[in-house]
């Protein structure tokens, strides 16, 4: 790394102000800062010493995203030689599913940070790490049948419309991995919804089912998938959302590490469940009599709120609000996979909404602070 460090350093000058690729230096600076600790310091007014930055708070992420990553690659593998009826070891389900998820990883990278490299030296600016995470976000929340070209497509759409718009990382209001998704489900439906887009159609198969728990269950089916099955994983579904164990392994990163706000994960949790349990007591059809605890085993519930919701550029920043913000997003996620069975998968789009109303639940908890601060000052001046 040294050698490495010396090579960078003696071309640095080359990229500074007034020299050969001034223009370039954000492209310089960003590859610079992915391998070595960034040497500017501050030189006036007040502040405070961290070792933390956004480039390693997100790598902190991506770290917490592993496991869900490599257990999708697996149950890729596995839901796909178990609906072929073949014969296989969980190596071979392994391969096989990272072969077929690997391409949409780098399709991901490539195409976002050329965006981000590209608003950076046009703006002249350091490139932004936010896609470091939002990356890795948008395969795992994808079909793993969706073709690539579509996938590029919905990387283009939220980097450009869901980010760069509104300033780049920092600056967007809607969680641009969502935005992705959205992208795709609305614009491309038929690659992101129905039986046949979870699983790689197996090659001595004329006909096949590998509707997920959900889209089973808005039709009136009964499953026959146990509470392990949904726990564990290997179950039909977007590649990272399927593990619940993995999902909260991510999580327990995540909060030991103080990345994500736990009130947030708590309290989204907690208004599934009880929106879950109404539902159950009512029981007009087979989404609302699923039970409530296994409404939060299933779909992308586990990993919009562990991953998603916890967006701190996105999400309430309020204490008071973050229970609020998590809370709804739970409830209106359960609410919307109840009552439309075209959109069996609730969370993107509640996550998507309450990314819009956050700004306004901490405005009314700040003004509530505010009227109470002023009452009690009133009471010790009169």
Not at 68 to 94: E, I, K, P, S
Not at 186 to 197: D, H, I, Q, R
Not at 352 to 364: C, E, F, G, K, R
Request: hydrophobic residues 55%; aromatic residues 16%.
């Amino acid at each position: 790394m040294k050698v490495l460090e010396k090579f960078f350093n003696k071309y640095e000058h080359l990229f500074l102000e007034g020299g050969k690729y001034e223009k370039w230096h954000p492209a310089f600076m960003a590859l610079y800062t992915f391998m070595f600790t960034p040497d500017a310091t501050t030189r006036k007014g007040a502040h405070i010493r961290d070792a933390v930055d956004l480039k390693r708070v997100m790598f902190t992420v991506v770290l917490a995203l592993i496991p869900a990553t490599l257990f999708g690659m697996w149950n890729v593998g596995y839901q796909y030689f178990t609906h072929a009826q073949l014969d296989f070891t969980n190596m071979d389900a392994f391969v096989y599913g990272f072969w077929k998820v690997l391409p949409m990883i780098v399709v991901s990278y490539v195409v976002g940070l050329s965006i981000e490299f590209y608003f950076a030296v046009l703006r002249g600016h350091d490139v932004n790490e936010g896609y470091l995470v939002t990356g890795l976000l948008i395969p795992l929340i994808m079909p793993v049948t969706i073709p690539l070209w579509i996938l590029a497509v919905s990387v283009v759409f939220a980097v450009i419309i869901g980010k760069e718009v509104f300033g780049g990382t920092g600056m967007n209001i809607v969680n641009p991995a969502l935005t992705a998704r959205a992208f795709a489900f609305f614009a491309y439906p038929t690659f992101m919804s129905g039986n046949e887009v979870w699983i790689p159609k197996p090659e001595n198969a004329d006909a096949y089912s590998g509707e997920t728990i959900l889209g089973a269950l808005g039709q009136g089916h009964h499953i026959a998938y146990t509470w392990k099955d949904m726990f564990f994983g290997t179950i039909p579904g977007s590649i990272g959302e399927t593990s619940v164990l993995m999902i909260l392994i991510g999580a327990a990163l995540l909060l030991y590490t103080r990345v994500a706000s736990w009130r947030i994960m708590v309290s989204g949790f907690l208004g599934a469940a009880i929106m879950a349990f109404i539902f159950n007591l009512w029981g007009a059809n087979t989404l609302m009599q699923f039970p409530w605890w296994e409404h939060l085993l299933v779909g992308g519930l586990a990993f919009g709120v562990v991953f998603m919701a916890t967006d701190p550029v996105t999400a309430a920043q309020t204490r008071k609000g973050k229970w609020i913000y998590g809370f709804l997003i739970g409830l209106l996620a359960i609410m919307i996979r109840v009552f439309n069975p075209a959109y069996p998968e609730g969370v993107m789009l509640a996550i998507l909404l309450m990314n819009v109303i956050a700004p306004t639940i901490d405005y009314y908890v700040i003004q509530a602070n505010i009227k109470k601060r002023m009452k009690r000052l009133v009471k010790q001046t009169a």
